[in-house]
């Protein structure tokens, strides 16, 4: 399979576009954008502020991005200095790649991974090496660690809450993965995007809060997922001051900055928004991920029920089809939802008997593709 391609969660976004489906391939979010982070955007926007911004982000969103992590992880950074607004999570972390690492460099990656982490590593000449995450749990060894590390590696990547897998890494997971770092000098690549999407009680731990681990971690997040925002693209990365401005040169030459009022729109959210907003949210997706997999379940598509993010990985060897692609085709063909096949998600085989659902959808939405889903035989 070649690494460098169009990712599967865009080709099945085409399909589905195709025969006019339910898409619950990609992962977008479209509850409403909560109102202040509309006004936040459209004031600034009259207000005239259309124009680049520091290469770092517009200071309003340092300061409330900073404020936001503090009150919720713990994880205190100075927003002169330490905080990198960039063009959505994706933009960051491939800033930061570049910032931080050469060709030739490994970074471990766990399996089932994000494709566009894997493929940006691939496309900059990095290799990515897998650490087998395994069912139901989703569990990993210290053993499984050392395995695949050698004297090439120079990162590692956490994401957590993860997608597929929707794995909340717990504290002594990441301590354990913590210790290794600290034990083969690697940065700590995070993913935090579904940080605010965790369920039954977990909480969300920022890896850059564990002992040791500030100055190695690259924490990256955004505001896509929690404000339903995907395509205004706002997204940051923190860490050490000499990393930031690495990092931020790199973005700074990819596209500049994120888009001036979308970043004040983000601001005024992170600003007005309460623990409230946040709570509810998570929520509504445990609601819909517990309705969403008693589907599943119900027609032999057994799911992994998520412990965070907002899909689920469900077994489809039941639908007709030798390869996960040709079975979540199948589905789309019968049924009209679009799910992404598991092979996305895996170098080997073990994907080809999975398929990603994204259960993020609006209620009626949702439930017209439970429906259809119930439609097959
Ligand atoms: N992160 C989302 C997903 O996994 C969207 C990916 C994308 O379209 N770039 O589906």
């Known amino acids: ?46 207000r005239g502020s259309n124009i680049y911004t520091r290469f770092d982000g517009r200071v309003e969103l340092r300061r409330a991005i900073a404020a936001r992590q503090l009150r919720d992880t713990g994880l205190d950074a100075d927003p002169e200095g330490q905080v990198v607004v960039s063009a959505g999570a994706t933009g960051a972390f491939y800033s930061a790649c570049l910032a931080l690492l050469d060709e030739g460099d490994e970074v471990m990656v766990f399996e089932p991974y994000y494709g566009y982490h894997i493929v940006t590593l691939a496309s900059l000449g990095i290799k990515p090496v897998f650490v087998t995450l395994a069912p139901p749990n989703w569990e990993f060894a210290a053993a499984d660690l050392e395995r695949a590390v050698t004297p090439r590696t120079r990162a590692i990547i ?14 002594e997971e990441l301590s354990l993965v913590a210790d290794f770092a600290q034990a083969h000098d690697l940065f700590v690549f995070t993913d935090e995007i579904y940080e605010n999407f965790v369920f039954d009680g977990l909480a969300h731990i920022a890896p850059a809060t564990l002992p040791g681990m500030a ?7 955004g505001l896509s997922k929690v404000f339903a925002i995907t395509g205004w693209r706002i997204g940051y990365a923190i860490c050490d001051p000499e990393w930031a401005l690495a990092i931020g040169h ?5 596209y500049v900055c994120a888009p001036a009022p979308l970043q004040l729109g983000a601001a005024r959210g992170l600003e007005e928004l309460g623990p409230d907003y946040y709570q ?10 517990d309705l969403f997999c008693a589907t599943l379940r119900d027609i032999g598509l057994t799911p992994h029920v998520p412990a965070g993010a907002y899909y ?39 994907g080809e008997t999975l398929a990603r659902f994204c259960f993020a959808k609006e209620m009626k939405i949702l439930e017209d593709a439970m429906r259809r889903l119930r439609t097959l035989p």
């Open 1 to 46: 399979r070649p690494l460098v391609a169009q990712s599967e969660i865009r080709n099945m976004s085409i399909e589905c576009a195709k025969v006019g489906g339910i898409n619950l391939a990609q992962g977008v979010c479209d509850l409403p954008v909560p109102e202040s982070v509309i006004r936040g955007a459209e004031e600034a926007m009259r």
């Open 158 to 171: 956490l994401n957590t809450p993860s997608n597929p897998a929707g794995k909340v890494f717990s504290r």
């Open 215 to 221: 100055r190695r971690t690259i924490t990256i997040s």
């Open 250 to 254: 790199f973005s700074d030459l990819v």
């Open 280 to 289: 509810g949210v998570a929520k509504d997706h445990q609601r819909k991920r």
């Open 312 to 350: 689920t990985l469900a077994d489809i060897s039941t639908l007709p089809g030798d390869t996960a692609k040709a079975r979540a085709m199948h589905l789309l063909e019968r049924t009209g939802v679009a799910c992404v096949p598991g092979s996305a998600f895996y170098q080997g085989d073990t």
